[in-house]
């Protein structure tokens, strides 16, 4: 990885391009702490829900928002102007993924040029539209904390536009990134939000030593062992794939024979990535969400479920860790189609050894994706929940002290590693194109 950095660096236009991709970072940060009008922050570090939802300072409790918060790289939990960080894009993303499978014309659009281009353009406008949306209920809960200063409804359309107006920025950000800088806009937006959080880290592990010096030194020393081998873990599994191999039949064209390759059809064992762990977090803060508009008192049942929800108990694991399964089978059933893969083999002259061509070949892909999707769906869930069950033991040792970064640290490794592994492809890829001189030289 290094190596391939060097050398991107010695080339004039591929070094342009990760500068002009770390001035975008930079520009992004900077507008990360940007306050907007008529919001104190001050406000909130005094609120006690603020410390519940926010920070995670209660007891064997985790944040309600952790996730999205190291997703924004902690604007989300300072109000500033890129609070909604990239949130917005992706679910829009992942909306029309979902509606292409539902919507035959939007699958046939997705097949062409011109229909990706027609798709981004209706992507952007459901960014802004989950925007507005997620600005006014933002808007709401801040309004409840006590953040706002100033209350009225020109105040409310100011602090609503700002923040609309920061993820439509966000968006065009990592759009620019695309165009001019190295690729993956997105994912180089979410990679620097991750590792912002770095210092705050290494300050909360600090407290945690100073305040608790035997079991804060065994946490942290614990901590940094696991999540080494936790790196090595996933890149082993996003690396790992499930190769079927696939041969194509001979063809005699004129006087020329054509075909008779043997190659394979990769199956890989992460294929969803990080969006299953998103979507089961997504479920698990649906109470708390609802608690946010609806405010409910301390000793009613719904009060006591939602604290039971944003608990690290047993039952809570177990549920995310099923949900997490759930929905890596529903991603890979909306992302990966056998029956169009299969029809692509046959139209080609492809075929698996020992399968027929056509419905034989579907029904064995799909058998194969599914004991891969379950491998893969396991180690996934592993991944997200040990670190929540590390922490629920070892807050017995560190009562009172809940480090987020570490209860979300198996969803940010994924996150980091995915996009550090598919970065150093993209910069590969552009620097094979630059040194193949073609068939005329």
Not at 151 to 180: Q, T
Not at 340 to 353: R, T, Y
């Amino acid at each position: 990885m290094f190596k391939t950095l060097a050398n991107a660096w010695k080339m004039a236009d591929l070094r342009k391009k990760i500068l002009f991709t770390l001035m975008i970072i930079l520009v992004y940060r900077v507008g990360a702490c940007i306050t907007v009008p008529f919001i104190s922050f001050n406000s909130l570090e005094i609120n006690e829900y603020y410390n519940q939802y926010f920070a995670g300072l209660i007891a064997g409790r985790i944040p309600t928002f952790g996730i999205l918060n190291i997703l924004s790289g902690n604007a989300f939990s300072q109000a500033t102007l890129f609070a909604l960080g990239v949130s917005p894009y992706i679910t829009s993303s992942i909306v029309m993924q979902l509606l292409a499978v539902a919507i035959p014309t939007l699958e046939r659009m997705s097949r062409s040029e011109d229909g990706k281009k027609k798709i981004n353009s209706i992507t952007r406008v459901v960014t802004t539209g989950i925007a507005l949306i997620t600005s006014i209920g933002y808007y709401i809960y801040l309004r409840n904390l006590g953040a706002v200063l100033e209350k009225g409804f020109f105040y409310a359309v100011v602090i609503i536009s700002c923040y609309c107006a920061g993820s439509s920025l966000v968006m065009w950000l990592a759009e620019k990134i695309n165009d001019h800088g190295i690729g993956n806009g997105i994912s180089i937006i979410l990679f620097a939000n991750i590792v912002s959080r770095a210092p705050s880290l290494a300050v909360e592990i600090y407290d945690m030593i100073k305040n608790k010096p035997l079991g804060g030194t065994i946490f942290s020393v614990c901590a940094c062992l696991f999540m080494l081998f936790l790196l090595w873990f996933i890149i082993f599994i996003t690396d790992s794939e499930r190769r079927i191999p696939v041969q194509y039949a001979k063809k005699v064209v004129g006087r020329k024979m054509y075909g008779g390759q043997n190659t394979n059809l990769p199956i890989k064992l992460n294929m969803t990535g990080v969006m299953p762990i998103i979507f089961a977090s997504s479920i698990m803060n649906i109470p708390q969400i609802i608690n946010m508009f609806v405010n409910a008192k301390s000793d009613s049942w719904f009060a006591k479920f939602v604290q039971y929800c944003s608990s690290i108990t047993v039952p809570y694991i177990i549920v995310n860790f099923v949900l997490i399964v759930a929905f890596a089978y529903f991603y890979v059933a909306i992302s990966f189609n056998p029956t169009e893969v299969a029809g692509n083999l046959q139209k080609n002259g492809g075929s698996i050894p020992g399968i027929r061509p056509g419905k034989p070949t579907s029904d064995f892909i799909k058998k194969v994706l599914s004991r891969i999707t379950l491998i893969g769906a396991l180690a996934l869930s592993v991944v997200a929940v040990l670190p929540t069950i590390i922490q629920y033991i070892v807050n017995l040792c560190v009562r009172g002290y809940m480090i987020q970064d570490f209860v979300f640290g198996g969803s940010s490794v994924i996150i980091v590693v995915g996009i550090i592994l598919e970065t150093v492809k993209e910069i590969e890829t552009q620097m094979s194109m630059r040194h193949y001189k073609g068939f005329l030289e």
